[in-house]
């Protein structure tokens, strides 16, 4: 009978996809090309809901041609899969954990950019997964790794990643094929030809040994910071007074907080004036000052260069004005030209879809009248009418952008506002917080400054964010004294930025109230 | 068809004599049927076998040529019910749908005919929509095939297989008076392959005739006595006829192997996943050659006795692939053997787990174990050792990857009708919500998290009916266009109103059946050919007698879509409230407009491309916006600015304009960092006047404010790094 058996093995792809990435297109390229090539080849996949957004795999088995037809596989294999891409990072993860990414056999192509998963998106903080864990995975688990952002060079080329994905298939040398077949496979398929090849030579750059680069893992693409340490426009007595604030950081604040208190420092005039930067600069000396005087040099002075970031954002809170300041700039309206790859003579107009509520309206006014606008059903009904509510407003036009002018230019009123009388004294409030505590407990304090991140959003989410901040303030005041205090409001902090309702907070906030009828541990 | 052209596939269907096809299955069981001399195909659409119908509707003057009469079915049971033209008639005819699913709903219909039996070949092509990428529960439609005795057919998954089915299928039921199943997995559906084609058929006896020479008999209607006479009938030679044919036929395969002493018998749809995990464990080869010797159980209904006896007599033990559970085959094989006093030990559920979809890697740990129990365990290849640090590496993977299961589409309609819901119910507290089968059942994931039930295609009224007791906080309702036309409209609002039921109805409009592919269905604002189109909801709805009916035409308006949900909350109007949420499924609407808009921007003709974005210094990165939305392009990105810890939100190429972000925005009081940007490509006289105009004003006030201030030049506000 059959005792000797064949050792002929076909060449297992498996392609990890999201659904409208186009996994179907790539699918049917390789068999294309596989045919012809003179091979045999099958594909099978499993649409249905999974082409609405969600992961799947399409699957491909090519083998040459013999005198009997192949019995191919209509799934992948774990343990026998040649090749296996993933056109997300994370898929390729899941490839690894699916067991389809084996050490004596895998080549692993996959595109380094990252498609956010609802889970990751609808978190308060940072809720983006770390594709260190996945890079620490292919390492360990692939025979050859191949990754690039895909995505990127697919977009540059106008095409879809399914394009430079196959560059990259053709490159690993994972098939045995010319880079001509491959290229002969996109143009017997007839759509959009040029932009696919064009994707295609990218992905087939971007792998090949000679462009090869070890990889940098982070979140996302984004652009690196540079701050200039300059500020642009503005008269010569405000380009001097800035000069002065500048020199004052370098002369008063150790060298490990300069870069970010330059940039906390630029924001703030930005936001405002350089007195207002004055004003900055003394609140970072009052923290400063204490830090030194409490051992901050042993700790790099992490209060200070802390209180230079978190002093920056509380002072430069988003008011009507600052928004309509942002939306105007010419800076702006050049990155969204950008954005929408708009050539020079192009016309390009922009909606913003606002919504300001009478409290931001009534913030705006100096305290007196804003006290009278919100203690008045009558007045607050009547700007409601008149000016909140959801607007659409075209900042290209000339009476939107008119309109978004006179409202930053209400700038010059701004430190008389109701709004800045609050924020100060919330700012106020915080900073004795932290110079109290400071004595005692320099990381708790270093951790109370940090809790300024949870203070963001609009409108209900502000509220909601200015509750949370609240609530993980009460809970140092319980803390207060206990060995592990910051410890646990850092893991406070971190906790409401989980979740939207702050249950897991309450949580916590619970077992803490308990420490108060037990000793410390 | 709606929204796609399948104008490439229908011409595979031309094919003759000695052509070869390649493509997917489900389009060469299409082909075949015309083949095969079928004289009318029906059904309803679904994954997996959506492509036949689709093709089929595209196929309106091959059909013609051919004398085939085809049907967009309104449902299942309208399908299966249609094959009793095959009754009386010599006439094959076929009807296919997504099972069990489908089936479930054609079984009162398939029934009767398998009672009555039939004359013309009857197929009905099954989509088992089974194991990975299903959208169903998992059950099988095996149990069907037993109870009502159809015949079963599983063809091995390649395109010649299945080809020889679909004509095995109809001879088969004619030689036993029986209709037939074809089953096919989703994989095999969309399995690529070729096969030698054969040229169409025109049937003999046609339709024409049938309607001019009407035949009747009582024999074969299900009315006492004929009923009962059925039931023996089936038994004592209908069976016997099947069992006869399949044997004839060779409808089984046996692949013969050097390990004679033990056996695997598998259904003939697993053979490949069988072959593949042997070839795993070194028992086999690619061509197909095993040491194990197989038995392919290519009718799965009914068994053969004589062939299973041959196959097990002497041998050590046997084992039973069949997917699913209950393990029907594995008894029924018991039951035989018990019968011929053959005492071959039989193994199944046991070594193979009881639930879920055998894959390869499942295969291969069954297997593993049935050979180590035969005392074979040195006949397999040894396992490779895993790396060193798998464990580990896995253990990370296991909470490090994001779930990702489907939701809605970029751009997507449904999702602001959800979000309007969300804001309604944060308003007027939470309701309980029955819903559908479709697209909007997403909305029960994150980030809605809004439905409780899905009872069945268009049973999302008739599911609500149960709290329907006029006290208390109204439930709501949602429901398709598909599923209203497949049986809503009766079911669900009919029923209500007759049931003087007080609570919201809110039927999804999409244009046309959108899960399903985009299909036409009554409601469709297409103009078809060949279907009677634009017969609106509102007068169905109305026709049946509810009085409060209001519709919102541009869903994305989710202010409005709120305003609305909440009106039918709150109003004092009797009886069911409907609201019928209207606009276009974004999917299939990009797919036929993407190709114009860029004729358009090529012919020179003013077009307007829009893009929404947000400005990441406005955005403060609290993700508010993604919480109520979902939108795959609404995403996360890191952000430039030192003074952010978290990532702000980012709108990316593959925003599709239609607003919902920026309207939720406005309706939830998010935040002001949502802008829509407008490329204006050949612009009109009006742009290029008015543009420099604007231009010059503006900058003229940037400058001036420039000159006064000082600006950060840093890309936290320019956004110069980008």
């Known amino acids: 009978m059959s005792a000797s058996l064949s050792n002929d093995q076909p060449i297992a792809i498996a392609i990890m996809a999201l659904g409208g990435q186009g996994g179907g297109v790539m699918q049917s390229w390789l068999v294309t090309l596989a045919e012809q090539q003179g091979w045999i080849a099958q594909s099978t996949s499993v649409p249905g809901v999974a082409q609405r957004t969600g992961a799947t795999v399409y699957y491909v088995e090519m083998i040459g041609k013999a005198a009997k037809r192949p019995v191919l596989s209509l799934m992948p294999i774990p343990g026998m899969v040649d090749v296996v891409v993933a056109a997300e990072w994370m898929e390729a993860g899941r490839a690894i954990q699916r067991g389809f990414v084996t050490p004596d056999r895998t080549c692993l192509i996959a595109s380094t950019h990252r498609q956010f998963s609802v889970a990751e998106k609808t978190v308060p903080g940072d809720g983006s997964m770390d594709p260190q864990v996945v890079r620490v995975a292919a390492d360990a688990s692939a025979k050859e790794v191949f990754a690039a952002d895909m995505a990127a060079l697919a977009e540059e080329n106008g095409s879809v990643i399914s394009a430079s994905m196959f560059g990259a298939i053709a490159a690993s040398g994972a098939l045995p094929f010319p880079r001509e077949a491959f290229e002969e496979a996109i143009r017997s398929q007839g759509v959009g030809v040029n932009a696919s090849l064009k994707a295609f030579a990218a992905g087939y750059d971007a792998v090949s040994p000679a462009a090869a680069k070890p990889l940098e893992m982070t979140a996302s693409s984004a652009a690196v910071y540079t701050s200039e340490r300059r500020m642009s426009g503005g008269t010569a007595e405000q380009q001097a007074a800035f000069a002065a604030l500048q020199k004052r950081i370098e002369r008063d604040l150790p060298p490990v907080a300069h870069d970010m208190a330059q940039t906390g420092l630029a924001r703030v005039v930005d936001f405002q004036d350089t007195a207002y930067g004055e004003e900055y600069l003394a609140r970072l000396q009052r923290i400063h000052t204490l830090d030194q005087q409490n051992g901050g040099e042993a700790r790099n002075f992490t209060a200070t260069q802390e209180a230079a970031k978190y002093i920056a954002a509380a002072m430069t809170y988003r008011d009507v004005i600052r928004v309509a300041d942002l939306k105007i700039r010419a800076s702006r309206f050049d990155r969204i030209r950008k954005d929408v790859k708009a050539s020079d003579e192009q016309i390009v107009a922009m909606t913003e879809f606002l919504h300001p509520r009478v409290e931001e309206i009534a913030e705006m006014l100096p305290r007196k009248m804003a006290r009278r606008i919100e203690n008045s059903r009558f007045l607050s009904g009547l700007i409601d009418k008149l000016f909140a509510g959801g607007k659409r407003v075209r900042t290209d036009s000339l009476r939107g952008f008119a309109m978004l002018y006179m409202l930053s230019g209400l700038r010059r009123m701004r430190m008389r506002s109701m709004r800045h009388y609050r924020e100060s004294n919330h700012i106020d409030a915080w900073m004795r917080m932290t110079v109290d505590i400071l004595p005692q407990d320099y990381d708790l304090a270093t951790e109370v400054i940090r809790c300024r991140r949870l203070i963001k959003g609009y409108s209900d989410t502000h509220a909601r964010g200015m509750s949370k901040y609240d609530k993980v303030m009460q809970g140092v005041m319980k803390l207060r004294g206990r060995p592990d205090a910051a410890e646990w409001t850092e893991r406070l902090r971190r906790l409401a930025l989980k979740d939207v309702d702050g249950k897991e907070l309450d949580g916590a906030l619970k077992t803490i109230a308990s420490f108060e009828s037990s000793p410390a541990r | 068809m709606a929204e796609r052209s399948f104008k490439k596939e229908v011409e595979v269907l031309r094919l003759g004599a000695n052509q070869v096809f390649t493509g997917e299955a489900i389009l060469a069981v299409t082909k075949a049927l015309l083949e095969c001399g079928v004289s009318y195909v029906g059904g309803y659409q679904g994954a997996p076998i959506s492509h036949l119908m689709d093709v089929l509707a595209d196929a309106k003057p091959i059909l013609d040529e051919l004398g085939v009469h085809f049907e967009n079915s309104a449902s299942e049971a309208a399908a299966a019910a249609m094959l009793s033209t095959s009754m009386h008639y010599p006439v094959r005819g076929a009807v296919t749908w997504k099972s069990t699913v489908g089936t479930n709903v054609a079984s009162d219909a398939l029934a009767n005919l398998a009672s009555g039996g039939v004359t013309g070949g009857a197929l009905i092509v099954i989509g088992e929509?089974?194991?990975?990428?299903?959208?169903?529960?998992?059950?099988?439609?095996?149990?069907?095939?037993?109870?009502?005795?159809?015949?079963?057919?599983?063809?091995?998954?390649?395109?010649?297989?299945?080809?020889?089915?679909?004509?095995?299928?109809?001879?088969?039921?004619?030689?036993?008076?029986?209709?037939?199943?074809?089953?096919?997995?989703?994989?095999?559906?969309?399995?690529?392959?070729?096969?030698?084609?054969?040229?169409?058929?025109?049937?003999?006896?046609?339709?024409?005739?049938?309607?001019?020479?009407?035949?009747?008999?009582?024999?074969r209607i299900v009315l006492p006595p004929a009923s009962f006479s059925h039931e023996f009938e089936k038994i004592e030679q209908r069976l016997p006829a099947a069992i006869k044919y399949i044997k004839d036929n060779g409808l089984n395969e046996i692949f013969d192997g050097d390990l004679s002493e033990i056996g695997i018998i598998a259904q003939g749809g697993l053979y490949n996943g069988v072959i593949s995990a042997l070839r795993a464990l070194g028992l086999a080869d690619v061509y197909g050659e095993t040491r194990v010797p197989l038995y392919s159980m290519n009718v799965t209904y009914p068994q053969v006795p004589d062939e299973i006896e041959d196959f097990c007599r002497g041998k050590k033990a046997v084992l039973v692939v069949e997917e699913g559970y209950p393990e029907y085959i594995e008894q029924a094989i018991n039951t035989i053997l018990r019968r011929a006093k053959i005492d071959t030990p039989l193994m199944g559920k046991g070594c193979l787990p009881e639930a879920g979809e055998y894959t390869a890697g499942v295969l291969i740990a069954g297997f593993r174990k049935f050979m180590t129990e035969a005392g074979l365990e040195a006949a397999m290849t040894p396992l490779p050792a895993p790396p060193a640090s798998q464990k580990e590496v896995m253990a990370n993977l296991a909470t490090g990857i994001p779930p990702r299961p489907p939701g809605f589409c970029t751009g997507c309609p449904e999702r602001p009708i959800f979000s309007a819901m969300r804001l309604a119910q944060d308003e007027l507290g939470e309701r309980h919500v029955a819903a559908d089968i479709g697209c909007h059942l997403f909305s029960s994931m994150p980030p809605f998290n809004i439905g409780a039930s899905t009872m069945g295609y268009g049973l999302g009224a008739a599911s609500a009916a149960g709290l329907n007791i006029g006290k208390g906080k109204r439930s709501i309702a949602v429901m398709g266009d598909g599923g209203f036309w497949h049986n809503g409209l009766s079911s669900g609002v009919a029923n209500a109103v007759f049931n003087k039921s007080d609570d919201v109805i809110v039927l999804v409009d999409n244009f046309y059946t959108s899960a399903t592919g985009g299909q036409d269905i009554l409601s469709s604002r297409a103009t078809n050919t060949f279907r009677s189109t634009k017969h609106p909801l509102e007068e169905a709805v109305k026709g049946v007698g509810v009085e409060w009916v209001k519709r919102i035409d541009h869903t994305y308006n989710v202010n409005s879509m709120r305003d609305v949900l909440k009106d039918a909350l709150t109003t004092k109007a009797p009886g069911p409230k409907v609201v019928i949420a209207s606009s276009e499924c974004m999917l299939n609407r990009q797919r036929r407009e993407k190709p114009l808009v860029r004729k358009a921007i090529n012919d020179g003709k003013r077009t307007v491309q829009e893009k929404f974005g947000v400005d990441e210094d406005i955005c403060t990165g609290d993700h508010a916006c993604m919480r109520i939305s979902g939108c795959p392009s609404l995403t996360l990105k890191e952000s430039n600015d030192p003074l952010k810890d978290d990532p702000v939100a980012s709108v990316d190429s593959s925003c599709v304009a239609c607003g919902h972000c920026g309207e939720v925005a406005d309706a939830a009081i998010l935040c002001p960092s949502f802008y829509r940007a407008d490329t204006i490509h050949n612009p009109s006289k009006l742009d290029t006047f008015l543009a420099p105009l604007r231009k010059k004003f503006i900058t003229w006030l940037q400058a001036r404010r420039h000159s006064r201030r000082l600006s950060e030049a840093s890309s936290a506000i320019a956004g110069e790094a980008r």
């Open chain 2, 129 to 219: 929509d089974y194991g990975e990428g299903s959208s169903i529960m998992q059950e099988r439609t095996h149990p069907f095939a037993m109870k009502s005795q159809i015949w079963l057919l599983d063809p091995r998954p390649n395109t010649q297989s299945i080809v020889d089915a679909v004509r095995h299928g109809f001879e088969l039921s004619e030689a036993s008076h029986t209709p037939v199943m074809l089953e096919m997995r989703i994989r095999a559906c969309h399995v690529h392959g070729s096969y030698v084609t054969q040229d169409n058929v025109r049937p003999k006896f046609t339709l024409e005739d049938a309607r001019n020479h009407p035949r009747r008999d009582t024999e």
